[in-house]
């Protein structure tokens, strides 16, 4: 028979410290029951302390709630192990009032300051700060220890003259704790502290000592303190911890070191570049922080290492480049077009993008036939930004070489001034080519009737982009050839369709939506839906409740919502009835499409 939680509890008994233990174990990870809260509540009153200590300790890790007033009496035992148990309980389930019967526990028993205080520490609540500011006189460094990271988690500005008062006690271990509590509290409160609060020999005997050691605890307030003391050595103390291995520190230590850079570019630069060469994945992770490099002196460290030897280095190096501009920075990062690392040309690329320089028209031509696909994308997207540069069409497409090169030409050219060489691209046996010119339409927003061979494309892509340019096209141009579409073997397309027919014109508009809105893929009925929120008929508004009534759940979301944009009285009826007892899913749209119905209505 399976084992009752009163016969688990009894294990807690044995005599064996051992036995208790594994019995301990055994009543946190299983289930047990009601049956286990009543045995380990009479635990509670065992004779022996040391089973009342564990029954107590355990009540956290019931899976049904104990009283509250349970805990409070083990808090009256006269056993210390009990009382701490039961404070750390109340700490973990966070009982109402739990931190007033913590801090009345601590003023009857000081012997447990300590302890107690550790437990408060996890409640975050000031309510016991006076409490705890009268034990910070405790000659126990121990204990004061204890205190001070309780003030730490729930201290206010009442605290900081005691706070500062122990920055000069001579125990590090107590000065280290005081310090980390100001740092906690001026997080909390900003104008609750300030610089000239602290002893004016603080950073110096003090901050080498936190950001050298070991332990997290001391790391994390060095950090603290650099980013809000910014001293002229914060960077290069901050350096050594932006890829350390505690993912807290890290993370502290880089946002730290962005908000000392974002003052003292000069100084993070400099400090940067005197790590690169020891530690470049810092150099690299430190760049990423800087903001811009304001100042000449900063624009040249920062073109210096754009030529490190390190390639990460240099491309966040170029990044940095291109944010911050300058006399002469497009002509130095143009040689790094032609960087042997994938990375730092698309970098390069992008950063000549935002500097707009046309001088650099050549170049980001020449990266259009890179092998890797980044770089095309980044020098395409920085020609886009060259108002002043022409596209040299003729030298574009006799230097590129392969599928990809010529894609990548089409796309930067013109289709209207492309001539042959994009005809020639509409019927290339490469279907990235293809492709690239049916998006080059699109995107140029131009519609040639010699691209018609791309609506019959064998690559869905290519007919999906192509459809779109020609939807997009003069009206003279008419729908009625693209009646085929209604039926494209591909989703994808015929989703395109219906996107492209709400904002085109023509007669047969209305009707093809409606015939979508019942299309077997559910992305293509939801953007019909969508799409006749624009066509005011009584045909629309009963297709679109047909919808709500049978199309599946995205088309009838979405066609609720179109009724609601329509703002038609005939809809009424259908959403009132969706909004009391349809779909739990579409109730609260049905309604908010009711109240916008009757809004228009008023």
């Known amino acids: 028979m399976p084992e009752t939680g009163w016969e688990a509890a009894e294990l807690l008994q044995r005599a064996d410290p051992n036995a208790r233990a594994r019995a301990a174990q055994k009543l ?33 890790d019931l899976r049904e709630p104990v009283s509250p007033d349970l805990l409070s009496s083990a808090l009256q035992d006269p056993c210390p192990d009990v009382v701490v148990s039961a404070a750390e309980a109340f700490a973990i389930l966070r009982f109402p009032r739990a931190s007033d019967i913590l801090s009345e526990c601590l003023a009857m028993r000081p012997d447990l300051t300590g302890p107690l205080a550790l437990a408060l520490a996890r409640l975050e609540d000031p309510g016991a700060e006076d409490l705890l500011i009268d034990r910070l006189e405790q000659e126990d460094p121990a204990v004061r220890i204890a205190v001070l990271r309780t003030l730490g988690a729930c201290a206010t500005a009442r605290s900081v003259p005691g706070l500062v008062s122990l920055l000069g ?72 911890l932006l890829e350390s291995p505690d993912r807290l520190v890290r993370e502290r230590a880089r946002e730290a070191f962005g908000a000392v850079a974002a003052g003292a570019e000069r100084v993070a630069l400099e400090s940067i570049a005197g790590i690169a060469d020891r530690d470049p994945a810092a150099a690299a992770s430190a760049l990423d922080r800087v903001a811009i490099a304001r100042d000449e002196e900063s ?191 591909d989703s994808g397309v015929r989703q395109t369709f219906a996107i492209g027919l709400e904002r085109s014109t023509g007669v047969e508009r209305a009707a093809w939506l409606r015939k979508l809105l019942t299309d077997p893929c559910a992305a293509v009925g939801r953007a019909a839906a969508r799409a006749l929120a624009h066509h005011h008929d009584p045909q629309t508004i009963g297709s679109l409740l047909d919808a709500v009534s049978t199309g599946q759940l995205p088309v009838a979301a979405q066609a609720i919502e179109s009724l609601g944009s329509l703002g038609d009285s005939e809809a009424l009826p259908r959403l009132r009835a969706v909004a009391r007892g349809g779909d739990p899913a579409l109730r609260d749209l049905a309604a908010h499409a009711v109240r916008r119905v009757e809004e228009s209505r008023a």
């Open 28 to 60: 946190r990870y299983e289930d047990f029951g009601a049956d286990l809260n009543r045995a380990l509540e009479d635990r509670v009153f065992d004779p022996d302390p040391e089973i009342r200590a564990l029954a107590v300790s355990l009540i956290p």
């Open 169 to 240: 006690c001579g125990n590090p271990a107590v000065e280290g704790e005081a310090l980390a509590a100001l740092v906690r509290v001026r997080e909390r409160s900003p104008n609750s502290v300030g610089k000239g609060d602290l002893p004016a020999d603080l950073l110096d005997r003090a901050l080498p000592v936190l950001m050298k050691s070991r332990d997290r605890h001391p790391l994390l307030t060095g950090i603290a303190l650099v980013g809000w003391l910014r001293p002229p050595e914060g960077p290069a103390l901050l350096l050594g």
């Open 299 to 489: 624009r040249t460290t920062c073109l210096r290492l754009t030529r490190h030897p390190d390639a990460k280095v240099r491309e966040r190096a170029v990044a940095l480049a291109g944010r911050s501009g300058g006399a002469g920075t497009p002509e130095a990062l143009l040689s790094l077009a032609k960087d042997p690392v994938g990375h730092v040309r698309a970098q390069t690329a992008e950063a000549l993008g935002i500097l707009r320089w046309k001088g650099a028209g050549p170049a980001l031509e020449g990266l259009l036939s890179d092998p890797f696909p980044d770089v095309r994308q980044a020098a395409l997207s920085a020609l886009d930004t060259l108002r002043d540069h022409e596209v040299d069409q003729e030298r574009l497409f006799e230097s590129a070489r392969g599928g990809p090169a010529r894609a990548a030409a089409l796309r930067a050219c013109d289709p209207r001034r492309a001539g042959a060489p994009f005809l020639s691209a509409i019927s290339d046996p490469d279907s990235q080519v293809r492709l690239a010119a049916a998006v080059s339409l699109n995107e140029h927003g131009v519609w040639l009737e010699e691209a018609a061979a791309l609506l019959a494309d064998e690559d869905p892509r290519v007919r999906a982009h192509a459809l779109h340019a020609r939807l997009k096209g003069p009206a003279a141009l008419g729908l009625e050839p693209l009646a085929a579409f209604l039926r494209d073997r």
